[in-house]
Nanobody
């Protein structure tokens, strides 16, 4: 089993920055990649960014505002977010997928962008 623990969410003003962290533990020997997804009220969950040995991917709407990074020694993935907008308000979920295609999810962390 794999556990994902997220942190770093909160309330931030428009134009502000926030950094999310997600640490994986458990049977992660088969891990291939990690990433962040988000889900706003009334909307479908969407991919924000992913990172693996194959590289990084970002949602088209990120437009260079977010940076995903990974510390393999700590089994931790980060999402640095800049220039946050009201539309970025959502629950952000950490995701880990294995080489066999199994997906694991964190419990989610709320990000609220509001003045």
């Amino acid at each position: 089993q794999v556990q994902l623990v997220e942190s770093g969410g909160g309330l931030v003003q428009p134009g502000g920055s926030l950094k999310l962290s997600c640490t994986a533990s458990g049977n992660i020997f088969n891990m291939y990649g990690m990433g962040w997804y988000r889900q706003a009220p009334g909307k479908q969950r969407e991919s924000v960014a992913t990172i693996s040995s194959g590289g990084t991917t970002y949602g088209d709407w990120v437009a260079g505002r977010f940076i995903i990074s990974r510390d393999n020694a700590k089994n931790t993935v980060y999402l640095q977010m800049y220039s946050l907008e009201h539309e970025d308000t959502a629950v952000y979920y950490c995701n880990l997928w294995t080489m066999t295609g199994t997906n694991y999810w964190g419990q989610g962390t709320q990000v609220t962008v509001s003045s």
